[in-house]
Structures are given as structure tokens and as C-alpha cells.
């Protein structure tokens, strides 16, 4: 009797088990399978690109990588009669786009960092309302200020700069870095720094040698989401470069073939641009984890 | 060589009054244990000496140089936290350096110097670990050697021992002693614990409110509490306190309402001197009071209440009407609740205070 009924509930056991996971495959196929897709295309023809069926078999090309970079095409812009230079050179956009996520990235978290300790530590007077003005510069859709900031930009020369996009990466990613480091330093006990306090070190010396460390987590979850922020970013790099300093997700836009829209030349590009992404997605699962679940759990190491 | 000395510190937290004009002067090498219920401001006294906190008035002075502005680490004193507050992301070894690191000391000098620290407290072992990987006792002493390392001319104590288990405290509390007996560091604890107090210290300072209610030896605080809230915080169990009013011309006889205490002409004489009137508040010890099972001479009526026995001794609680008073008996006095019996006060170490102020008489 017993081993029947444990027979039973092995086999449910099983059952359940599998369910489980034919559940999370399936979730995540949803989840992969545009990546696939963008890769696979990257890898065909234009003519095996638009086959009908789609193929799922076909013989792998890596035309469109070397055409990303070697290619010089040139069309005619049909209304201004502007020669433009088409899907091309995309070192450059590359050059461009890594460039403006490092800088924004370095001086926001620079600043974030060091702001954020002081108002955990230090409590300036008025520190609520000035972290809820803080707050309150990310509550507006970024698009209300598109048009002025062009102007603006215009008429101060930082239009077509890689310096104007940086300073404007920053100024939306500082709110951000400003919230979340200084949830993380108000979790680590002041005790600590006031023991190393009296232990005889200075201020400065308490925050790198004792705070810093002990935020290193959230130092690295936050500059994920930053970079997650700024690498991705496309209305205001559009609006505010030209083909000098244009970052890769307006290429992307811009990236027509020679005749309609050469889809494995944009998957190409799209395929090289989320690989850093990817990697540091990877690598920074961990933080990006605990960025998310923050505060969840008090108290949780 | 260093005396601490606090003039009419007072420290405000908005409205709150944390520590309200204490003076207090911890002589050169002392052990002073500030003594207090929680929220009686003892701890914000031991920060204002550490430099954590600015005194809202009042001067804190270090040989008689006052201190108020200087900075915690240029005030050379060692702090233990009650919860270690240890650097969480160095290994034991750099906990104990860091001061030494900052300070530009040479590296053979540290080495050799957290050797003998580690040595004096039985850490050596630990030194490659990270705080996260030591018990509680084991922290404890790190927190300890890191103060001790740097030689500083006041330990500052912070409830040290109250995250330990009750056996490893009796026996830190032991160490510690020992230890300060040894380096001869002026040194100010502050614990909530009366017999932590009563075993450690060289003076205590007892605080409620923010204020010093009394300053002195264990045996002073024990013998002659300055008030009824002394006379009840410290001692365990509590100090019997009961109301009594002083009825006889001659004033050698008070009544609780339920029996009759009478007391020498002295005793009497210094009631009137203080003037408090006839409503006074009698206090005595559990092991001033005698009990038995059997009538004696002068003794009074009881019904047994409570019995506990903790072993080596037993404290019974005897109802008398509304009053209730504990008496210490040896286990074999074999009572049991709801029994009979019968006790006495010792007269000669009876506290007699003033009702309104609460303040000790005699």
C-alpha cells in the first residue's frame, strides 16, 4: 500500500518536474527567439532574407559583416539632392557610440556616486526635497524637452558634438545614479564609518577605503542599467548629430540597401551592436539581479 | 594619560533633551561604566566624547584642554561598537592595521604590532579571514583588538558584550576587566546591564533621562542609591520600595497601612532634618529581609505569593494586603505559594526617601 501510494507520488513528482521545465523552455524560446532570428538574418542573402517559407537551413554568409564597414555607397537624397553615404564605414557610428556611453557613463557615475554618499551621510538641509527635485527631472517624457534642447544645443555649438550628447547622457542618467547608489550606501551601517572615523581617518579616506567597497555591488548594478540606458538611446541621437558623431542606433534607422531596405546589412549591424550588451549583460547578471530585487529583503546580504 | 572631563554637556536632538547638563569627570586610567535604561542618553554621552556628536552646549574636555571641535580621529580614542562595526570587506589583519595604515606607520612595525595584538587576544588564527567568517565572540575580540592596537589614551565602549551568549559575556566581562586592569587606559563603557556595571566598574555613573542621577563606587551605588530610581535599577531582583508614613511624635515608627516599622531615633531624626514631611517611601534589599516558616520575635505576617528558586538561592515573594515585598532565603526554606510565613526587615539597612523628590534621606 505504502509503496504504491509512494509510487504515486514519485510519479507526480516527475510529472510536475517536467511540466516545469517544458514551461520555462518554451519561455524561453519567446525570449530568444528574436535574437535568433536577428542573427540568422544577419548571416543571409537579401534574396534568402525574404524567402517564403522562411528558411530555417541555408548556407551562412558573412557578406553583410565585411559589407558594414567596407562598403562605400553613395545615393542620391531625393528631395535636398544631398549625396549621402549609405550603411557604410559603421566604425565610425561604433567609435562614436562607444565613446558617448563611456564618457556620459564615467561622469555620471563619478558624480552619482559622490552626491548619493553625501546625501546618505552627510543629510544636507533640504536633502528630501532636493533628491525629490531630482527625482522629479526624470518625470517628464524626454520628448517635451526634444525641441528645446535643439535650439539650444544650436544656438551653444554643442549640436553635432560628441561633448553635447555626453553632457546630455549624464544629466538623464545622474537622477538615476543619484536614487540607486544612495539606496545602496543608506543600507550599509554608518556604525562602520564612524568606527573607522575614530579609528582615525579622514572623510574622504572613510568613503573610498570603507563606503566605496561596501557598495561595490550596487556600483556595478547601477553602471549596468546606465550603460543599458545610454548604449540603447535613439531620440536625441538622432536629433542632435549629424553623420559625424552619430551613434549606431540612428545608423540603424538611417541603413537603407540599394534597392528597398537590405534587412541582412541591418541585422548585421544590430548583431554587432547588442553583442557588448550581451557580454556585459552577462557578466553583470549578478549585479543587475540584486539591482532589480533591491530592498526586497532587508537586511539580505 | 588621560582625564576626561564633561561641564554641563547638554545635547539636543530637535526637542529632545538626550543629554541634559551632565558633568562628570573620569580620572586618569579609571573604568567608568555609564549605567542607564535604554534611551537614558548614555550612549549619546559616549558619542559626544568620541566626537560623533557636537555638544549643543557644555565643554568636553581631555586633560583639561577642551576637545569640542576636535575631530574624532585627532581625539586619539579607541571605540568599541555594540555591533562591532568592523570593516566587513578586509580580512581580520587589515581591520586591525587600518589605523596604523593611515597613520603612516611602517609595514614591519604593523606586522609585528597586529602580531602581538592578535597574540594578547587570541586571534591569531583568524587573521586571514573576513569578518563574515567569524562567530560572534570571535568579532568581538576583533573589534577589541582594533582599539587596543592603536594605543589610544581612552577606550570608548559601547555596549560591547550585549551581542554575546549569557556564558561567553560572564567571561569577556572577565577579560575585559583584566585586560584594562593591564593597559591601564582610562576607559568609559556604557552598558544597561547593572551587574555587567557592579563587576566591572571602577566608578559608575548611573543616567536616566539624559541626566546623572549618581556618580560613584559599585559599593557607594549598591549601598547608599542616591534616589529610588537608583535604588531600583541597580540590584537584582529590585530594591523593595513601599509608601509609609511616619505617625509616632517621636518619629521612630512608620506605617504602611498594613504593618508598622519601627526605626531608631537617628534614622528618625534625620526625616525630620530633611524636612520631607511625614509621607516617605521605604526601601530594602531582598537579602535584608529575613523570613521563615515559623513565628519569632518582632516578625510579621505573610502569604507566600511567588517562589523563585534559582538554585543556590530563592527569592519569595510575601503579600502583605496590596504590598508585596521579596525576600532572598536559602533554597531550603522550603515555602511554597499560598503558604504562611513570616519575615522582618532588617532595620539598620533600610532606605528611607523623601516621596516627592524620591531622593534618599537616609
Not at chain 2, 224 to 229: D, E, I, S, T, V
Not at chain 2, 281 to 297: D, F, H, K, L
Amino acid at each position: 500500500m505504502a509503496n504504491l501510494q509512494n509510487n504515486r507520488r514519485g510519479r507526480r513528482k516527475i510529472l510536475r518536474t517536467v511540466l516545469i521545465y517544458f514551461a520555462t523552455i518554451i519561455a524561453v524560446i519567446f525570449f530568444i527567439f528574436p535574437i535568433y532570428w536577428l542573427i540568422a538574418t544577419s548571416l543571409k542573402t537579401r534574396a534568402q532574407a525574404f524567402s517564403t517559407p522562411p528558411l530555417f537551413v541555408w548556407e551562412p554568409t558573412v557578406r553583410n559583416f565585411i559589407d558594414i564597414f567596407l562598403k562605400r555607397q553613395t545615393e542620391i537624397e531625393a528631395i535636398t539632392g544631398q549625396e549621402l553615404e549609405l550603411a557604410t564605414g559603421a566604425e565610425t557610428f561604433f567609435y562614436n557610440s562607444f565613446i558617448v556611453t563611456f564618457s556620459s557613463i564615467a561622469i555620471a557615475t563619478v558624480i552619482g556616486v559622490l552626491a548619493a554618499y553625501s546625501f546618505s551621510r552627510y543629510q544636507p538641509h533640504g536633502t528630501n526635497t532636493l533628491m525629490f527635485f531630482i527625482l522629479s527631472t526624470r518625470m517628464l517624457p524626454a520628448i517635451v524637452v526634444a525641441i528645446p534642447i535643439y535650439f539650444f544645443y544650436r544656438s551653444l555649438g554643442l549640436y553635432n558634438t560628441h561633448i553635447g550628447l555626453v553632457l546630455l547622457y549624464t544629466m538623464f542618467n545622474l537622477p538615476f545614479a543619484v536614487w540607486m547608489m544612495k539606496s545602496f550606501f543608506d543600507e550599509v551601517p554608518r556604525d562602520i564609518e564612524q568606527a573607522a572615523l575614530v579609528d582615525g581617518s579622514n572623510p574622504i579616506k572613510v568613503f573610498y577605503k570603507i563606503a566605496l567597497p561596501q557598495v561595490l555591488v550596487g556600483l556595478g548594478a547601477t553602471i549596468g542599467f546606465l550603460i543599458i540606458n545610454v548604449w540603447n538611446e535613439f531620440l536625441f541621437a538622432l536629433l542632435l548629430t549629424e553623420r559625424a558623431t552619430r551613434t549606431v542606433p540612428v545608423m540603424i534607422a538611417g541603413t537603407r540597401g540599394e534597392v528597398g531596405i537590405n534587412w541582412g546589412l541591418i541585422a548585421a549591424i544590430e548583431t554587432l551592436y547588442i553583442l557588448p550588451a550581451l557580454v556585459l549583460i552577462f557578466v553583470l547578471q549578478r549585479f543587475l539581479l540584486r539591482g532589480m530585487t533591491f530592498g526586497t529583503v532587508r537586511g539580505a546580504k | 594619560m588621560t582625564e576626561v572631563r564633561l561641564e554641563k554637556v547638554s545635547k539636543y536632538f530637535g526637542e529632545t533633551k538626550a543629554v541634559d547638563n551632565v558633568d562628570l569627570q573620569v580620572n586618569d586610567g579609571e573604568f567608568m561604566v555609564l549605567l542607564g535604561p535604554s534611551g537614558c542618553g548614555k550612549t549619546t554621552t559616549l558619542r559626544l566624547i568620541a566626537g560623533l556628536e557636537k555638544p549643543t552646549s557644555g565643554l568636553i574636555l581631555f586633560n583639561g584642554e577642551v576637545v569640542n571641535e576636535l575631530e574624532p580621529k585627532d581625539r586619539r580614542i579607541a571605540m568599541v561598537f555594540q555591533d562591532y562595526a568592523l570593516y566587513p570587506h578586509m580580512k581580520v589583519f587589515d581591520n586591525l592595521a587600518l589605523n596604523l595604515q593611515v597613520r603612516g606607520v611602517p609595514r614591519d612595525e604593523i606586522r609585528k604590532r597586529v602580531s602581538e595584538t592578535a597574540e594578547l587576544l587570541g586571534i591569531k588564527h583568524l587573521l586571514d579571514r573576513k569578518p563574515g567568517q567569524l562567530s560572534g565572540g570571535e568579532q568581538q575580540r576583533v573589534a577589541l583588538g582594533r582599539a587596543i592596537i592603536r594605543e589610544p589614551s581612552v577606550f570608548l565602549m559601547d555596549e560591547p558584550l550585549s551581542n554575546l551568549d549569557a556564558a561567553l559575556r560572564a567571561r569577556m566581562r572577565g577579560e575585559l576587566k583584566k585586560l584594562q586592569e593591564r593597559l591601564k587606559t582610562t576607559t568609559i563603557y556604557v552598558t544597561h546591564d547593572q551587574v555587567e556595571a557592579m563587576v566591572m566598574a571602577d566608578r559608575i555613573a548611573v543616567m536616566r533621562n539624559g541626566k546623572v542621577q549618581q556618580i560613584g563606587s559599585p559599593q557607594e551605588i549598591y549601598n547608599r542609591p542616591a534616589n529610588k530610581f537608583v535604588a531600583e535599577f541597580v540590584g537584582s531582583p529590585k530594591m523593595n520600595v513601599f509608601d509609609a508614613t511616619v505617625v509616632s511624635r517621636e518619629h521612630t515608627k512608620l506605617t504602611t497601612g498594613e504593618f508598622d516599622i519601627n526605626i531608631p531615633s537617628s534614622m528618625a531624626q534625620r526625616i525630620v532634618e530633611s524636612g520631607s514631611g511625614p509621607e516617605v517611601m521605604v526601601g530594602i534589599r531582598p537579602e535584608n529581609v529575613a523570613v521563615s516558616t515559623a513565628y519569632q520575635e518582632g516578625f510579621l505576617e505573610a502569604t507566600v505569593y511567588l517562589v523563585e528558586d534559582i538554585g543556590n538561592l530563592s527569592f519569595v515573594t510575601l503579600q502583605v494586603g496590596d504590598i508585596l515585598i521579596v525576600a532572598q532565603a536559602p533554597p531550603s526554606v522550603g515555602l511554597r505559594v499560598g503558604d504562611k510565613a513570616y519575615f522582618s526587615l532588617l532595620v539598620e539597612k533600610l532606605h528611607i526617601f523623601d516621596k516627592k523628590t524620591e531622593k534618599l534621606i537616609v
